[in-house]
T-cell receptor, first 113, second 115 residues
């Protein structure tokens, strides 16, 4: 069955370190998204990609970057981790070019100490 | 621009009781509307969606939602709660034919089920 996987599922890192969260999907979807989930804020869009070599900033992109070298993967990099980036991160993908349903991975819980 | 408001960050009901989770939206055009469920330590899963047509939408696990344009609402209901329904529920809105990134999520409602 097609799926989205994220790794690691849990990560503890120190302030100032670079961290990369992996996202891999086997749906063969063109669109991929990264969200962060914080209490009281729901999901907020960090970055997204509509295809290989395409990346775009979302609502809360400062301090994050992504790259898309193939259809399956969209890694999220925190250039210099900050305590404010402690959160749960979700990767999602979708097939449609319009705003229909997205398929989510299981999430990565990141703690920055 | 679209926005969505979920009324009540936490709802608690007894097992067997009616579940009602409230969602109101704001949209300048007829919206697409979604309900997602998030079980503990899992990602979001689509419960149901409204795009066009019938305003009463049935989803998985016995849930349904009704699109009411006059009330700008898309409340989620289930006649009889089960313990397994305990989860976080997110309402989401998008504009038809907007780009794939333009789904706006509500802040979520945590549903607890009392034995």
């Amino acid at each position: 069955d097609a799926e989205i996987t994220q790794s690691p599922r849990h990560k503890i890192t120190e302030t100032g370190r670079q961290v990369t969260l992996a996202c891999h999907q086997t749906w063969n979807h063109n669109n991929m998204f990264w969200y962060r989930q914080d209490l009281g804020h729901g999901l907020r869009l960090i970055h997204y990609s509509y295809g290989v070599q395409d990346t775009n900033k979302g609502e809360v992109s400062d301090g994050y970057s992504v790259s898309r070298s193939n259809t399956e993967d969209l890694p999220l990099t925190l250039e210099s981790a900050a305590s404010s980036q402690t959160s749960v991160y979700f990767c999602a993908s979708s097939a449609s070019t319009i705003a229909l349903e997205q398929y989510f991975g299981p999430g990565t819980r990141l703690t920055v100490t | 621009a679209q926005s969505v408001t979920q009324l009540g960050s936490h709802v608690s009901v007894s097992e067997g009781a009616l579940v009602l989770l409230r969602c109101n939206y704001s949209s300048s055009v007829p919206p697409y509307l979604f309900w997602y469920v998030q079980y503990p330590n899992q990602g979001l899963q689509l419960l149901l969606k409204y795009t066009t047509g019938a305003t009463l939408v049935k989803g998985i696990n016995g849930f349904e939602a009704e699109f009411k344009k006059s009330e700008t609402s898309f409340h989620l209901t289930k006649p009889s709660a089960h313990m397994s329904d305990a989860a976080e529920y997110f309402c989401a809105v998008s504009a038809p034919y907007s780009s794939a990134s333009k789904i706006i999520f509500g802040s979520g409602t945590r549903l607890s089920i009392r034995p």
